[in-house]
């Protein structure tokens, strides 16, 4: 069976910012592939993976890169499959560069951002189950579940919080 999503990174230096995107897939037993393939370096790869992707059997395409990351935009032109951009910080701009490029598609090709960094990572997998579960109730069950567990991880460190001022 083939992969659900694919995590695309522009560079392998990119990685640290996905391990979270990774945790929340094998979380929720979501298969993907991951891929080093870069929107300037290997352009043609790039789009060839893009091309084949639907015909591949993907449903979600997470792309991450930094600096001018065009990674993202690559993708969604040359495939009417969801793209999540995730910018990836670098000097001398931090995140703003890899930011702007990601939300600044040109009316009709999308490019659904989230924020830099581990975060970003993590909730790009987050909106790609999100994405999976508008057709699979187990997913969808799952991610209410997840949601629920983060509250009461809140509500716990807040009742905690609360005995711990009362002391003084
Ligand atoms: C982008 O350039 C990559 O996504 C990476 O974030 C950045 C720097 O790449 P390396 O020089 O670390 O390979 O294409």
Request: charged share 20%; proline share 5%.
């Amino acid at each position: 069976m083939s992969a659900s999503v694919a995590v695309i990174m522009g560079s392998r230096s990119d990685l640290p910012i996905l391990e979270g995107a990774f945790k929340m897939l094998d979380r929720f037993g979501v298969s993907y592939t991951a891929r080093v393939l870069s929107a300037h370096r290997t352009p043609v790869e790039a789009a060839e993976f893009a091309s084949g992707a639907e015909a591949a059997g993907y449903k979600v395409i997470i792309c991450a890169a930094g600096m001018a990351a065009h990674l993202g935009g690559v993708f969604a032109a040359h495939t009417v499959l969801p793209v999540i951009g995730i910018p990836v910080a670098s000097e001398p701009f931090n995140a703003l560069d890899s930011l702007l490029s990601f939300v600044q598609m040109p009316p009709g090709i999308p490019v659904a951002t989230v924020t830099a960094g581990k975060a970003g990572g993590k909730n790009a997998a987050l909106y790609a189950i999100s994405i999976l579960a508008l057709g699979d109730a187990k997913l969808r069950e799952a991610l209410k579940a997840f949601r629920k567990e983060q509250a009461d991880a809140v509500l716990k460190a807040d009742a905690e919080l609360q005995t711990e001022l009362k002391k003084d």
